[in-house]
């Protein structure tokens, strides 16, 4: 079993910045792949960037250029870092892990970015 939690989350002005981040606690020790995922209201979940245990990183192209994922494996956590944040970007957002085939998720943070 792996437990996630999410951190970060805010309210922001339209060009700003947040940091997100999701430590992983339980059984770490062979999480694979983790991630980022958001779901603004009315629409379906979808992928915002994910990770691999190399550092090997993926982003959604409305993302790219503005969001990095980074990964800390030695404290079992992994970041968010958002850039120039737009109004079309609020959404609750969920980490993600992939540990022995199974994947888990955090219960969320919920960014706001006004216009």
């Known amino acids: 079993q792996v437990q996630l939690v999410e951190s970060g989350g805010g309210l922001v002005q339209a060009g700003g910045s947040l940091r997100l981040s999701c430590a992983a606690s339980?059984?770490?020790?062979?999480?694979?792949?983790m991630g980022w995922y958001h779901q603004a209201p009315g629409k379906q979940r979808e992928l915002v960037a994910t990770i691999s245990r190399g550092g090997s990183t993926n982003y959604a192209d409305s993302v790219k250029g503005r969001f990095t994922i980074s990964r800390d494996n030695a404290k079992n956590t992994v970041y968010l870092q958002m850039n120039s944040l737009k109004p079309e970007d609020t959404a609750v957002y969920y980490c993600?892990?992939?540990?022995?085939?199974?994947?888990?998720w955090g219960q969320g943070t919920q960014v706001i970015v006004s216009s």
């Open positions: 339980g059984s770490t020790f062979s999480i694979a792949a």
């Open positions: 993600n892990a992939f540990h022995l085939g199974l994947a888990y």
